[in-house]
T-cell receptor, first 109, second 114 residues
Framework: DAKTTQPNSMESNEEEPVHLPCNHS???????IHWYRQLPSQGPEYVIH???SNVNNRMASLAIAEDRKSSTLILHRATLRDAAVYYC??????????FGKGTLLTVNP | DGGITQSPKYLFRKEGQNVTLSCEQN?????MYWYRQDPGQGLRLIYY???????QKGDIAEGYSVSREKKESFPLTVTSAQKNPTAFYLC?????????????FGEGSRLTVL
């Protein structure tokens, strides 16, 4: 599994877009990039994943750099319910997903 | 509703006692996992099971044991051999162990050793 680097914390205002960066320079060609988020005292929940192309779903968008050494999770309009720890993970199998410390996102009203 | 149920939500135990955390899923998933989370830290994999009657050690299996006798159940026993068992324990499941399968997590069990 790839080592990932994320900022410890980020802040956003409600209704504004949020761009959460992640560096994964050691990722292998077959490792997917996954994003999960965890609300306080709850289990993580899946957000999105991708391999090479940018991906969109109802929760977020994932922009993957052409060289795959970095990616950005985009929340198009942050709400207070988006305040959580966001984990960026590079992994080849589900049992190899390494959840680091993640980025603590604070959303201001 | 389909999902993962962990119990108990909070558990206190005295040093030297074994304790078993329950994890049940009704998602018909083949794979199940146990993670440990310490305050301000990420998740570390304790054990995982890809199929009934089979399981593998994760990164921090020492002091823990599991069983997988039924597809829907994957209990974790924290033994007295675990030196620092106070933590938040999370169970998860997925359709398989492929990288495209989403992990579904329970709400966690918080164990405190007194």
């Amino acid at each position: 599994d790839a080592k990932t680097t994320q900022p410890n914390s980020m802040e956003s205002n409600e209704e504004e877009p949020v761009h959460l960066p992640c560096n994964h320079s050691t990722i292998s060609g077959t490792d997917y990039i996954h994003w999960y988020r965890q609300l306080p005292s709850q289990g993580p929940e899946y957000v999105i994943h991708g391999l090479t192309s940018n991906v969109n779903n109802r929760m977020a968008s994932l922009a993957i750099a052409e060289d795959r050494k970095s990616s950005t999770l985009i929340l198009h309009r942050a709400t207070l319910r988006d305040a959580a720890v966001y984990y960026c993970i590079g992994g080849g199998s589900n049992y190899k997903l390494t959840f680091g410390k993640g980025t603590l996102l604070t959303v201001n009203p | 509703d389909g999902g993962i149920t962990q119990s108990p939500k909070y558990l206190f135990r005295k040093e030297g006692q074994n304790v078993t955390l329950s994890c049940e899923q009704n998602l018909n998933h083949d794979a199940m996992y146990w993670y440990r989370q310490d305050p301000g830290q990420g998740l570390r994999l304790i054990y995982y099971s890809q199929i009934v009657n089979d399981f593998q050690k994760g990164d921090i299996a020492e002091g823990y044991s599991v069983s997988r006798e039924k597809k829907e159940s994957f209990p974790l026993t924290v033994t007295s051999a675990q030196k620092n068992p106070t933590a938040f324990y999370l169970c998860a499941s997925s359709t398989g162990t492929s990288p495209t399968g989403e992990l579904f997590f329970g709400e966690g069990s918080r164990l405190t050793v007194l």
